[in-house]
T-cell receptor
Framework: ETGVTQTPRHLVMGMTNKKSLKCEQH?????MYWYKQSAKKPLELMFV???????ENNSVPSRFSPECPNSSHLFLHLHTLQPEDSALYLC????????????????FGPGTRLTVT | DAKTTQPTSMDCAEGRAANLPCNHS???????VYWYRQIHSQGPQYIIH???NNETNEMASLIITEDRKSSTLILPHATLRDTAVYYC????????????FGAGTQVVVTP
């Protein structure tokens, strides 16, 4: 148990569906992250939120829409996905954003295994 | 991120020490070295980090060379549960602490 939970753990959706992934952290952290891990590929950072404000969007297609309503919750809204979007989606949190070569320890959730059919 | 180079894979016998190397020859003076691991189909787990001095915690030891161009993560007594992909990461000065994961080293601990 890392203090970061993700739901659902598994999701199968069609290309025309709309679904949302939820992440919740119980650590009192101020920064939250979404990562994507495709099969046999390294983790890719998608979005970063600091104090509920998006500070990073790594050229992610608009069919992925993040939302951070408060410092404990992070959502990833999905719509009209493609089969190549099938991947493990990981949420993480840290005490704060790092600075100049220093990163706060990131705590990861168990991930949501997404399959797009 | 400062480019890190790690071996693709390593085998280690259970109960023996596992020494995982990482090269980061372009590291700058204020950039830390971080190690995470990812057990199959789970989220990554923080292990340890350091700047200049060697560091030790309950999971591992981190040895950083004097010129800081390379480091070694040491798992003192490897167990089967240490089988995982190990990532060496150096957040660059302009990355504001964001982690960029590479391919890492697949460590397999065998009985």
């Amino acid at each position: 148990e890392t203090g970061v939970t993700q739901t659902p753990r598994h999701l199968v959706m069609g290309m025309t569906n709309k679904k949302s992934l939820k992440c919740e952290q119980h650590l009192g952290h101020n920064a939250m992250y979404w990562y994507k891990q495709s099969a046999k590929k390294p983790l890719e950072l998608m979005f970063v939120y600091s104090l509920e404000e998006r500070v990073e969007n790594n050229s992610v297609p608009s069919r992925f829409s993040p939302e951070c309503p408060n410092s404990s919750h992070l959502f990833l809204h999905l719509h009209t996905l493609q089969p190549e979007d099938s991947a493990l989606y990981l949420c993480a949190s840290s005490q704060a954003m790092g600075q100049q070569g220093f990163a706060y320890e990131q705590y990861f959730g168990p991930g949501t295994r997404l399959t797009v059919t | 991120d400062a480019k890190t180079t790690q071996p693709t894979s390593m085998d280690c016998a259970e109960g023996r020490a596992a020494n995982l190397p990482c090269n980061h020859s372009t590291i700058s003076g204020n950039e830390y070295v971080y190690w995470y691991r990812q057990i199959h189909s789970q989220g990554p787990q923080y292990i340890i980090h350091g700047l200049k001095n060697n560091e030790t915690n309950e999971m591992a030891s981190l040895i950083i060379t004097e010129d800081r161009k390379s480091s070694t993560l040491i798992l003192p007594h490897a167990t089967l549960r240490d089988t995982a992909v190990y990532y060496c990461i150096v957040p660059t000065t302009d990355s504001w602490g964001k982690l960029q994961f590479g391919a890492g080293t697949q460590v397999v601990v065998t009985p």
